[in-house]
C-alpha cells in the first residue's frame, strides 16, 4: 500500500507536502513540483476504490476531460498516472479561494454577482461543448471562486470525475443509471434519457435560484419527493421566495429548467446573456475565455447575512472615462496656457532683441534722447541687453540717419520703434483618447 506522508516523493519531481483533505473518493494533498518550483495539488484514488474498474476510469476520465477542454475556467490538469503499488493519482493546479458552496453558506448573493458567475461557468460549459463533453454534475461545490483582489473573482470549474463524451459515447456508468447530484439533476438525467449539453445548462439555472433566494427550487425531505419535484411540480418563481428579484429573472428561470429541454436556453452564451438582459444589462461583452468580469458586482448591503471575512467576492465597479465636458476644460486650458507662452515670448524677444529696422527718431542729430536725458541722472550706466548675433553688427546711435526734418527740440518726441515681426507658431490640437466570444 501506498504510503501518503509529508516528503514522500510520488514522482521523481513532485514531493508531498502536507493532507488538505479526505473524503469518499480519496485525499488531496499539497505538494511541491521540484521542477517547476511550484506548489500543486495531488488528489489520490481511495485505496477502497484502487481495484473497482468503475471508479478507477471515472478518476481517469476526470483527469482526460479537463485535460482536453483547456479553458482558463476550468481547473488546470498537470499530470496523472498510478503510483508503484497501483494508487491513481491526479496533479491540479493550486487554486486559492474557495468554493460557492462556502460562500452560499454565509449569505445570498446578488443577483449581479451571479449572473457573473453564470457567465463564466458558461465560458467553460461552452469550451467543453465544443469537446463534445458534457460535466452532468453541476452544484456549487464545483464551481470554485478564485481569491482576486479589488475585483469580482475568477470563476474556474471543477471535477469532470462523472463527465460523458458525446463523441464516442463512453461513459463511466452503466447505460439507464442517474449520475450526478439529486438536487440538481434534470428529468432526463433523473429518467436515464440521453444527457446532452442541455443537461448541464438546466443544473446552471438550479445554481442560480439557489444563490439567488438562499433555497433549491426542487429540494425536498426526501429523495424521492426530490425526483417527484424534478418531474411534476410547478416551476416555482425566484421572486416568490424573494421578492426584491424583477419579474424578468421569473422569466428567465422558467426558462432556464423548461422541463421540455427543446425550450431550453439552447446554448451557454444564449443562457448568459439572456440572464443579464433579465438585470437591465444589454452589453455583456461575453467572450470565449473572457478572463475578467464585464460587468459591476455590487457588494452585499451592510447588515446583510454573515459576509465571510477571508476571501469575500468584493465589488467591481465600471471604470471611470472622462465626460466631454471635462476633455472642453482640459483643451481650453491647454489653448490658454499655450497662448500666455506665445505672448511672454514676444515681449521677451520685443524687449531683448534690436529692431529689424532703426528706428525713426523725430528729433535733431545731436538733441539730447530721452534715453540720454535719463542715463545723465544714473551714475553707472547700464547697457541695453542685446543678443551676441545682433550687437556687433548694430550701427552706433549717432550714425543712425535722421528720417524727418529737423525741428525745435521743444516740441518733438520720440516716435515708438516699430514692433518685430511675431515669431511662426507651430498649432497644438488636443488629442481625444480612443475607446479602447464564443
Not at 453541476?138 to 463527465?163: E, M, Q, R
Not at 421566495?241 to 424578468?248: D, F, I, Q
Not at 497662448?339 to 520685443?350: F, H, N, P, R, S
Not at 545723465?376 to 550714425?399: F, I, K, V
Request: aromatic share 4%.
Amino acid at each position: 500500500m501506498f504510503e501518503q506522508a509529508p516528503d514522500v516523493m510520488i514522482t521523481p519531481s513532485i514531493r508531498l507536502l502536507k493532507r488538505l483533505g479526505k473524503g469518499g473518493m480519496g485525499t488531496v494533498w499539497l505538494a511541491e513540483h521540484e521542477t517547476l518550483q511550484a506548489q500543486v495539488v495531488v488528489k489520490f484514488l481511495a485505496d477502497r476504490l484502487s481495484n473497482d474498474p468503475t471508479s478507477r476510469a471515472r478518476f481517469s476520465r476526470e483527469a482526460s476531460s479537463a485535460a482536453r477542454v483547456r479553458s482558463p475556467h476550468v481547473v488546470q490538469t498537470l499530470d496523472h498516472g498510478v503510483t508503484d503499488d497501483g494508487t491513481p493519482f491526479i496533479v491540479l493546479e493550486l487554486l486559492e479561494g474557495h468554493d460557492l458552496a462556502v460562500e452560499l453558506r454565509n449569505r445570498i448573493m446578488d443577483p449581479h454577482e451571479v449572473a457573473h458567475i453564470v457567465e463564466h461557468v458558461c465560458v467553460a460549459l461552452s469550451r467543453a461543448h465544443e469537446e463534445q463533453i458534457v460535466h452532468r454534475d453541476i452544484k456549487p461545490s464545483n464551481i470554485f471562486l478564485c481569491s482576486s483582489a479589488g475585483n469580482a473573482p475568477f470563476v474556474k470549474l471543477l471535477d469532470f470525475g462523472v463527465a460523458k463524451g458525446l463523441d464516442d459515447g463512453t461513459s463511466v456508468t452503466t447505460e439507464g443509471q442517474a449520475v450526478g447530484t439529486l438536487a440538481y439533476m434534470s428529468p432526463e438525467q433523473i429518467t436515464g434519457g440521453e444527457v446532452t449539453v442541455l443537461s448541464d445548462l438546466w443544473a446552471v439555472g438550479v445554481v442560480a435560484f439557489g444563490a439567488m433566494t438562499g433555497q433549491l427550487p426542487f429540494k425536498r425531505e426526501t429523495q424521492s419527493e426530490t425526483i417527484a419535484a424534478i418531474l411534476g411540480a410547478p416551476i416555482p418563481k425566484p421572486s416568490d421566495v424573494a421578492p426584491e428579484l424583477p419579474a424578468t429573472i421569473d422569466e428567465w428561470f422558467a426558462r432556464a429548467c423548461n422541463r421540455t429541454s427543446q425550450t431550453r436556453f439552447q446554448t451557454p452564451r444564449e443562457m448568459s446573456d439572456a440572464l443579464w438582459e433579465a438585470l437591465g444589462v444589454t452589453s455583456t461583452g461575453y467572450r470565449r475565455g473572457a478572463s475578467q468580469p464585464q460587468h459591476p458586482v455590487p457588494e452585499p448591503e451592510t447588515g446583510s447575512p454573515a459576509t465571510i471575512t477571508t476571501n469575500p467576492i468584493e465589488s467591481q465597479a465600471k471604470p471611470l472615462r472622462p465626460s466631454r465636458w471635462l476633455w472642453a476644460m482640459l483643451a481650453t486650458s491647454v489653448i490658454a496656457l499655450v497662448g500666455a507662452g506665445i505672448a511672454l515670448l514676444v515681449v521677451t524677444v520685443g524687449r531683448s532683441a534690436p529692431a529689424d529696422e532703426p528706428p525713426v527718431s523725430a528729433r535733431p542729430s545731436g538733441a539730447p534722447s530721452d534715453a540720454d536725458s535719463s542715463s545723465s541722472e544714473s551714475p553707472t550706466p547700464t547697457p541695453a541687453p542685446s543678443t551676441p548675433s545682433s550687437a556687433s553688427a548694430a550701427p552706433p546711435a549717432s550714425a543712425i540717419p535722421s528720417a524727418a526734418p529737423s525741428q525745435p527740440a521743444a516740441t518733438t518726441r520720440s516716435a515708438p520703434a516699430a514692433k518685430p515681426k511675431p515669431l511662426p507658431q507651430k498649432r497644438r490640437a488636443v488629442g481625444q483618447d480612443d475607446d479602447l466570444g464564443f
